[in-house]
C-alpha cells in the first residue's frame, strides 16, 4: 500500500489582541501566526478501509479526540471515499503548549491524504472545511507570516518576516485554551495595543520593528496560572535577544537573537533542566 512522509510544522503569534467576546463563546481576535521549522513528522499509509491513528508519546489521544484523526474523518467523508489510512505521529513539537502542534497535525494530514489518493484540492475550499476542526487549523495548511482575524480562521497573507532565529523554551505544564480565555474576561484586562501599526510595519515589508507593541494579550491570565512564564522571561531578559514574548495561550516563550550561535549560548546555558528548548527558523509559506 502507498505510504507518505510530510513535515508538520508548529507555529509562534508574533502578538495577539483579543477584541472581545462572541455571543457563540469564541473570543473575536487579531493575531499575526509566524511558522517555525520545529515540526512533528507524519507519515501516512493506504489502508483498505478505517482510520487507525498512533503517536510517538501516550500523552495523545488516538481516537476522534485526536485532531488528526478528524481531518481524515472529514476528508473521507467528504470525498466520499471508501478507503482508509493510517496515520503515524512522530510529536516533536510540545503538547498544549501555544505552538499550534495538534492543528498543524491535523492540517498536515488533511493535504497528505488528498497527495496519497492523487486528489486535487483548493485551498481556500479546504481552509473552509479546516475550520471546524479548530481555530488555527486553517492557518496551518499552508503556514507562513499571516494576519488572522475572527476566533483565528479569517487569513490574510503577509510578506514574510525573514529567516530569524529563534529560541523555543516550553515548561512542563500544558495549558488548556478555555481556561486561558475564561480568565482573561474574568481579569476584565484593558488593552490598548496598536494592532493596525505592527500589522503596517510588517506590510511595509522592511526590517521588523521589535520596538513596536508587539504584544500577547493571553500573556496576562496565562502567567496566573504557570509561574514558570515570568520565570522564563526573567532569564531570557538578560540574554540579548531582539525580542520575546509568549506564544498563543502559552505557556511556550519564544525569543528572537541576531543569529543563531547566540540563541545557541542562550540554549546551552539555559539553567532550568525540565524545560524544552530548542533554537529554530522561521519559515516561509509552505
Ligand atoms: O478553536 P479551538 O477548538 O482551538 O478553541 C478551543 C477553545 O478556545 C474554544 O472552545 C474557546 O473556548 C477558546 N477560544 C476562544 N476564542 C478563540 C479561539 C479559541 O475563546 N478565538
Redesign the pocket.
Known amino acids: 500500500m502507498k505510504e507518505l512522509y510530510v513535515n508538520a510544522p508548529a507555529k509562534i503569534n508574533l502578538a495577539l489582541k483579543v477584541a472581545g ?1 462572541r455571543d457563540d ?5 487579531k493575531t499575526i501566526f509566524q511558522s517555525i521549522s520545529l515540526a512533528d513528522r507524519i507519515k501516512l499509509k493506504k489502508r483498505s478501509g478505517g482510520i487507525v491513528v498512533k503517536n510517538s508519546t501516550v500523552e495523545l489521544p488516538t481516537d476522534e479526540e485526536n485532531l488528526a484523526y478528524q481531518a481524515a474523518e472529514i476528508f473521507f467523508a467528504e470525498n466520499d471515499i471508501a478507503g482508509g489510512v493510517e496515520v503515524y505521529i512522530q510529536k516533536n513539537i510540545p503538547i498544549a503548549a501555544g505552538l499550534a502542534g495538534g ?1 498543524t497535525d491535523a492540517a498536515a494530514v488533511m493535504r497528505a491524504l488528498y497527495d496519497l489518493y492523487e486528489l486535487e484540492y483548493d485551498c481556500s475550499e479546504l481552509r473552509t472545511l479546516l475550520a471546524q ?5 486553517p492557518y496551518c495548511l499552508e503556514g507562513g507570516t499571516v494576519y488572522a482575524q ?3 480562521e479569517k487569513l490574510e497573507f503577509l510578506p514574510f518576516i525573514g529567516e530569524k532565529d529563534i529560541l523555543i523554551v516550553t515548561p512542563q505544564f500544558c495549558i488548556p ?2 481556561e486561558i ?2 480568565l482573561y474576561d474574568q481579569m476584565k484586562i484593558k488593552n490598548n495595543f496598536d494592532f493596525d501599526k505592527l500589522l503596517q510595519n510588517i506590510k511595509a515589508d522592511e526590517k521588523i520593528n521589535w520596538d513596536l507593541d508587539y504584544k500577547n494579550d493571553l500573556e496576562a491570565p496565562a502567567k496566573k496560572i504557570c509561574q514558570d512564564i515570568k520565570d522564563i522571561k526573567d532569564i531570557i531578559k538578560k540574554t540579548a535577544a531582539e525580542f520575546y514574548l509568549m506564544s498563543g ?1 502559552g505557556p511556550t516563550v519564544f525569543a528572537v537573537y541576531k543569529d543563531r550561535s547566540r540563541a545557541e549560548k542562550v540554549a546551552a546555558r539555559w539553567p532550568r533542566k525540565n524545560d524544552f528548548i530548542r533554537v529554530v527558523k522561521t519559515i516561509d509559506r509552505y
Open positions: 467576546l463563546g469564541y473570543h473575536e481576535i492543528s476542526i479548530g481555530s488555527d487549523v475572527g476566533r483565528g485554551t478555555p480565555y475564561s495561550s
